[in-house]
Nanobody, 118 residues
Framework: QVQLVESGGGLVQDGDSLRLSCKVS????????VGWFRQAPGKEREFLAT????????SHRDSVKGRFTISKDNAKTTVYLQMNSLKPEDTAVYYC???????????WGQGTQVTVSS
């Protein structure tokens, strides 16, 4: 079993930065990919970035490249999403998820709210 717990969300101002954390526990080796997603009110959930535990290989959604960066700390079994230059349209619930391969993710965290005020 794998469990994911997100943290780090909150209320920030336009242009601020925020770092989200996704603590992975349990049999994390069964899910070699961890991704970040978000869902804004009235919109579909969208993929943001993914990282592979074994070698740190990453992939980011084009629209967030240069602003959002995914990283990991193996010792802490935690995956991060660094978000810079936040905009009001980044307001959403952010989720991390784990999967056997990208883009198939079957274990999800509870989500953390990010609100960016103008």
């Amino acid at each position: 079993q794998v469990q994911l717990v997100e943290s780090g969300g909150g209320l920030v101002q336009d242009g601020d930065s925020l770092r989200l954390s996704c603590k992975v526990s349990g049999r994390s080796f069964t899910r070699p990919y961890v991704g970040w997603f978000r869902q804004a009110p009235g919109k579909e959930r969208e993929f943001l970035a993914t990282i592979r535990w074994s070698d740190g290989n990453t992939s980011h959604r084009d629209s967030v490249k240069g602003r959002f960066t995914i990283s990991k700390d193996n010792a802490k079994t935690t995956v991060y999403l660094q978000m810079n230059s936040l905009k009001p349209e980044d307001t959403a619930v952010y989720y991390c998820a784990a999967g056997v391969r990208h883009p198939v993710y079957d274990v999800w965290g509870q989500g953390t709210q990010v609100t960016v005020s103008s």
